[in-house]
Structures are given as C-alpha cells and as structure tokens.
C-alpha cells in the first residue's frame, strides 16, 4: 500500500520584515515563522523596496526609525510605486 504524500504546507502570507537592529529583525522573523508566515527581511530603506519589488509582500513590518531612507520614507515610495496596493500603516510600536 503506497503512502499518501503529505501536502506542502502553505504559507499564511508574505511578510517583509524590514529594521535596521538585528535583534528585531531576528526576533520578528522566528515569531512569524513559528506561526506560518513566509518571512524575508531588510535592514535598510533601498534594500526594504528592492525586495518588495522582488517577492511582493502581503503585509511589511517597517521600523520608522531607520538611518538614511526611514520607515515614512519607504512607506511613501511604496505607495507611489504602481506594482504595490498599498498600504495602510498601522500603530506604531514603541520599544
């Protein structure tokens, strides 16, 4: 009798996870991962819309504090760009 092969597991979404701390980036990923998220991950502005481009994300987790291009920054080219239904932020959080 052959064995029914199981179903690939299918991912809940496609999170972009984009901070320049590493540690939330770390902490933010395993969480999400635990709980069936597809994650990818930016630590800068220019690198957060590259991959957005690239996988195009369902939901973005985006630290507006970031040196160079910050979260609002990104939030608005985001919006701007035609490949992307965007976005509406939500409450911020605060360490």
């Known amino acids: 009798m052959a064995m029914a092969a199981l179903p690939e597991s299918v991912p809940e979404a496609r999170v972009l996870v984009v901070d320049d701390e590493t540690n939330i980036v770390e902490l933010l990923s395993v969480s999400l991962k635990f709980q069936g998220f597809e994650v990818h991950t930016a630590s800068n502005g220019p ?11 369902d939901a973005v987790i985006l630290d507006v504090m970031m040196p160079g291009m910050d979260g609002f920054g990104v939030l608005r080219r985001l ?17």
């Open 47 to 57: 690198a957060a819309l590259d991959k957005a481009r690239e996988i195009r994300p």
């Open 79 to 95: 919006r701007a760009d035609t490949q992307h239904t965007v976005v509406r932020p939500a409450l911020p959080v605060q360490p």
